[in-house]
């Protein structure tokens, strides 16, 4: 069992993760968490900026009432903010911001209007510190993950095959293109921690195919390993049928049903993890409530798709998946990228 508990080796590595982005003595820097937030992390953060000699406040937002019936997980998007104006006005005043939010600032309405002061956003992952020290900023695979970046920004198909039987192809152009690359060095940028991942919001009707869930893939809002095949059939950017008579096709059903919304079943964001640092099996070793997850988003070679918002195609729901596949193949026009879960080339 994982204690909650102060260690030096933490401060350290939350100083470490810190640095490489840019953080100095001086700076304005403000901690962003809410009520349910982890601790032990906003502790390591204070910690980190005293040893950095920042100048750092903690802004505290209450955890905001629960708007459905369900757990909502995995959505990148916390509503801890609420467009509250004083926090806004604080996060938009400093230079950085470490979000301690339990879903993070990825994908919320506030967050173009934090970057657009010059203020960057790390999300410190609501991961247990033990799992973020082991995915750590790895500098050397930074310029990998710009280099991804670049060639799926010149590309115009994406592509997935395996063995399993997955046959999809999405559109990249007028995707959205983003990637994690670990830390958030420029003004106006933002970056999670864990990194490692390259990822799309695809336009409009672009995304058509089959993707067989395989045992082993996970449910990272179940934090379950699907242990029997799903199908999923994709047209237009929909899922139309989830195939498969078990537990694992049963559970998404039923919470795609619960949501009673068609964007729930839309595509969400799409990639490919880079990170060798984090672990597909890692999942087991935790309780659930010690981990976000956010490690099996970033595992090198994983096929990450997801259904759910996609703003790039104007679909917002609070549904949504992330689903890291392995054993994928997978292409950018003609250049096969992974093999059977393997980075090739300049990403390997
Ligand atoms: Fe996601």
């Known amino acids: 069992m994982l204690k909650n508990r102060i260690e030096g080796k933490w401060i350290d590595c939350f100083t470490r993760q810190f640095e490489l982005c ?16 982890r601790d032990i992390n906003v502790h390591l953060c204070e910690l980190a900026m005293h040893r950095l000699g920042a100048s750092a406040v903690h802004v505290v937002m209450p955890t905001p009432p ?28 400093g230079v950085f911001v470490a979000d301690c939010t339990v879903e993070g600032l990825m994908h919320s309405p506030e967050t173009p209007l934090i970057l657009g002061s010059g203020s960057r956003i790390l999300y410190v992952s609501n991961d247990h510190p033990e799992a973020l020290e082991r995915t750590s900023t790895d500098e050397s695979l930074i310029p990998k993950i710009l280099r991804g970046r670049e060639m799926l920004q010149a590309a115009k198909q994406f592509r997935v095959r395996s063995a399993a039987g997955s046959d999809f192809t999405c559109g990249l152009e ?8 670990g830390v958030a060095r420029d003004a106006g940028s933002m970056a999670t921690w864990p990194g490692g991942i390259n990822s799309f919001f695809p336009a409009a009707g672009t995304c058509n195919g089959t993707l067989v869930l395989s045992p082993g893939d996970i449910n990272l809002t179940f934090k379950r390993y699907y242990e029997n095949p799903v199908t999923l059939h994709i047209e237009n950017d929909f899922v139309r049928e989830i195939e498969g008579d078990n537990i694992d096709a049963e559970l998404m059903r039923e919470h795609y049903a619960f949501w009673d919304d068609r964007n729930a079943y839309g595509v969400s964001h799409l990639g490919w993890g880079m990170n060798p640092h984090a672990r597909w099996e890692a999942l087991l070793m935790y309780d659930k409530g010690d981990i976000n997850a956010t490690e099996q988003r970033a595992f090198a070679g994983n096929m990450l798709f997801s259904t ?20 994928c193949d997978m292409w950018l026009d003609e250049t096969q990228i992974v093999e059977e879960g393997r980075l090739l080339g300049e990403l390997a």
């Open 22 to 37: 840019g953080v100095k003595a001086g700076d304005d820097v403000v901690i962003l968490s809410e009520t349910q937030s």
């Open 66 to 93: 629960q708007e459905v019936g369900v757990p909502v997980r995995s959505t990148g998007s916390t509503h801890a903010l609420g467009m509250n104006a004083q926090a806004l006005a604080a996060l938009q005043g």
């Open 174 to 181: 007028g995707a959205r293109i983003g990637g994690n690359i």
């Open 308 to 327: 759910g918002a996609n703003p790039t195609a104007e679909r917002y729901t609070l549904g949504h998946f992330d689903i890291p596949m392995r054993r």
